[in-house]
């Protein structure tokens, strides 16, 4: 007997990331949870220096997740037949950690006694939302076979 044994890919609700996008995904997450980190270490203990890591991370991350964000754009408008509800959450996830971290950064830009509460409180939110979207984009948003 002999058998063959074929894969065939046929687009369905999930695709795989393309790699420049998963790059690009990879940023946000540390940079901003490095960014929580350093405002945490200035709540306690004061340094200045501190709240200006956190400045750079947020830019760090900021310029990650806007190419993610722009990927994200991209491929929202260019496959609107397999769009699904977990391609429009991952668009969300992702755009609203971009505004909380750019607002996170204006917020950072002033002096760094006046950052505090509000800087860690941004930096929180902008690391959960970013966890989110990076979970969803790199787990949620896989190919599959058909048989």
């Known amino acids: 007997m002999k058998y063959s044994f074929a894969a065939f890919f046929a687009p369905g ?3 795989a990331i393309h790699p420049l996008h998963a790059v690009c995904l990879s940023f946000p997450l540390p940079m901003f949870l490095a960014a929580w980190l350093s405002d945490i270490a200035y709540a306690s203990s004061f340094h200045v220096q501190w709240v200006n890591f956190a ?8 310029i990650g997740g806007g190419f993610a964000l722009l990927w994200v754009g ?6 609107k037949a397999h ?3 977990r ?3 991952y ?7 971009w505004l909380i971290g750019l607002i996170n950064s204006l917020v950072h830009a002033k002096d760094a006694g006046a950052t505090m509460p509000e800087g860690l409180w941004f930096s929180g939110i902008a ?5 989110i979207a990076s979970w969803i984009g ?7 076979n058909v048989e």
């Open 74 to 79: 991209v491929e929202l408008v260019r496959y």
């Open 138 to 144: 790199f787990t949620g948003l896989r190919g599959r």
């Open 91 to 97: 668009a969300a996830a992702l755009g609203l950690m």
């Open 87 to 89: 391609h429009v959450v």
């Open 13 to 15: 609700d999930m695709r």
């Open 55 to 62: 400045s750079w991370l947020l830019v760090g991350g900021l």
């Open 127 to 131: 690391t959960v939302l970013a966890a």
């Open 83 to 85: 769009r699904t509800q």
